[in-house]
């Protein structure tokens, strides 16, 4: 069976020197990974099969990590991960959405198994996959186990990008501008949404002439005309009217590395006044832009941006920005680092963000935002396409 | 603002009068909801905002749930629910992602408000966005509330469909009758795997030229030559070969209700081994379809599609079917009836699943399925392709 790795051996012996040294500091002898991002970039697996239990067991005194699956996917972990055969272990099916059987006491015996009766057991408390009945499943099967919450332990070391990983943000950034120069050729008065939408879709799995794209972590926004004020509203069927407002974001995503981009498209001239808003919008974000630089706090830039906003009287009280990476349903965001006012987190080479001016005020919206690496004496943007107001 | 309502307000009366009903058969004072297709069955709620954390609040004594979301996202709600604005709550920006605060915290002081701080409260201990950290922060923040698992409870509501949610998911069928014509039209020699990926994906969110398509609950499937033995593998940017087996698997998603549906291609003709399989295959969908009926036990229908296979002497004991509806990532499934042979369920007219012949065997696969709804005798094809291997 053929084996395809994105990375060299050398990267995930890396990636899990990285994760035993934080085990160790924290006083882990095992440690559950169930997040699919996480699994990805321990082990390389990769299937759409993270909608039943699987987990990787990480223990300080193994060579290599266990992954556990349901049976039938176990053929993808031996062509995804670097992992040989004997550290693949595939739960029977019966356990699949069953009201008797738990996935997790099988989890529970490999765990045993490794770390014995009295390991303690790192878990991703507020990881997307890891439901309260998991937990509530494991601590059962393992009594004398003491349970730590290592949530997010993996993303926090996922937050630096290596050379090999910015080359796949960058190729997933060159999708997202054609992705963005499709929506805004397709978007004319008369198209139905969904068949803007279908294009936009159309260039995201086509990717580039030279290399293909794949599915996103979550659904592209395309809002329209009122909808355009629910940030996360979903497309009709309707079609575009001779003038309104658009605001789409679209994914980038290559080999499961993923850029988000927003731009607002105006059908028909706008109003000065939303031109005058777009205006401070897009100040706003260069210079939240060039105030990036390593050693500089996520609330730094954060205050530069803002600082903009306020000189016109705009209050903005969400977030500004995410890190970005790696990209599994139903979200991009690494849920460790956001760019606000609190955030103390300081801006190293290698990071990535979605720096996004969202302004949705009143029966006003645009969003023009900007994906980039943060280099070693500023940003890199991910995205090449200008950031403008659309208008056409 | 415009309120857009996909089912009459009687109706959702009826789907919160069972919920209410269940509840109290219970002993349940509150029910916290989470899982997004819940939501959405519920209150009519959508849009992509799941990946924070919401929630609807029924309360046996009140008249409406309360639904609780991110600031932003209150105005999706306002748009798509039947809710009043009072019953609409936003939670600030800083608890997203927060290491410092929970939103469930937010949660819990609404819980007390309307069920005073001794509730019986039932939590979806399961569900996919109910996190073990999410059921922590509730517990730690009601601590004289009483915890019950309320797991599926409206799953199992919703397993039997209404006429106008039947309506809708016989309009995903045709968009995935349509979404597998431009499969196979499309999947040719020399053409690159995302590229027929693009294609399929295009026809999704089309839809048909009377009604649009959405997003899909799960990335579709496209396993070509050696990845056709891995259920769940995702497609690469190589050329299709002369000669190759794809499996692949389409969602048609039609405000949000979607069905499943497969085939597998044969690029070149197939061995006359693997055409006497996928005759085998073939003849136990026909026998598994033809053997549904109201009143019978899922566990029969697995009976009478097992004996064909049981009679070439093969075996599989993976599940053959699971009940479909709405759908959110990152699965259509139900979680609550699977056809399998433990499966006591009783077949009611409403009832809709999704029935698979997926062979993985050694070197073979094969995979033709289809979506259907239990009729008054019998069972409705919710899509019309006929169920043959294709080659070309």
């Known amino acids: 069976m053929e084996r395809t790795l994105h990375f060299e051996l050398t990267e995930f012996n890396i990636r899990l020197g990285a994760v035993k040294a934080e085990m160790a ?15 990805n970039y321990l082990t390389g697996y990769d299937a759409y099969s993270f909608y039943t239990p699987q987990m990787a067991i990480v223990a300080l005194d193994s060579e290599e990590p266990i992954f556990i699956t349901r049976g039938m996917d176990t053929t993808s972990a031996k062509m995804t991960t670097y992992l040989s055969d004997d550290s693949i272990r595939g739960f ?27 390991a303690t057991v790192g878990v991703e408390m507020g990881g997307y996959y890891y439901s309260a009945r998991a937990h509530a499943d ?32 960058r190729q997933a ?24 939408v279908a294009a936009i879709y159309h260039q995201q799995l086509s990717g580039t002439p030279d290399f293909g794209g794949s599915y996103d972590s ?13 940030p996360h509203s979903a497309w009709t069927d309707k079609p575009l009217p001779e003038k309104t407002i658009i605001n789409f974001e679209v994914h980038g995503n ?29 100040e706003a974000l260069e210079v939240g832009l060039e105030s990036v630089r390593p050693g500089r706090a996520c609330s ?7 600082k903009i906003l306020a000189r016109h009287g705009i209050e903005k009280d969400q977030r500004i920005g995410y890190s970005i990476g790696i990209g599994y349903p139903p979200s991009v965001a690494e849920r460790t680092v956001s760019i606000r006012k609190e955030e103390k987190t300081v801006l190293l080479p ?10 949705w005020l009143g029966d006003q919206a645009i969003t023009v935002t900007q994906p980039f690496a943060v280099t070693e004496r500023g940003y890199e943007p991910l995205t090449l396409t200008p950031r403008t107001l659309v208008v056409k």
């Not at 730094?300 to 803002?306: D, K, L, M, R, T």
Request: net charge neutral; aromatic share 8%.
């Open 25 to 39: 500091k924290r006083g882990l002898d095992i440690l559950l990974v169930s997040e699919p991002p996480n699994l």
């Open 173 to 196: 950034g060159q999708i997202g501008d054609l992705m963005l120069k499709r929506g805004i050729e397709t978007a004319q008065p008369g198209v139905r949404e969904c068949d803007v």
């Open 350 to 359: 290698g990071m990535c963000f979605h720096l996004m001016t969202g302004l």
């Open 138 to 169: 494991l601590v059962k099967a393992l009594p004398q186990a003491t349970f730590v919450d290592a949530d997010l332990l993996i993303n926090w070391i996922r937050l630096v990008k290596s050379p090999a990983e910015l080359a796949l943000m």
């Open 254 to 282: 290559r080999l499961r590395y993923q850029i988000n981009v927003s731009r607002t498209i105006c059908i028909g001239k706008p109003s000065a006044a939303y031109e005058k808003l777009a205006g401070i919008a897009l």
């Open 218 to 230: 979550s659904a592209l926004h395309f809002c329209v005309g009122e909808r355009a004020l629910a």
């Open 300 to 306: 730094e830039v954060f205050g530069a941006f803002h």
């Open 92 to 118: 029977p099916d019966n356990y699949v959405n069953s009201s008797e059987q738990s996935a997790y006491e099988y989890v529970a015996r490999v765990v045993k198994e490794i770390g014995g009766e009295k």
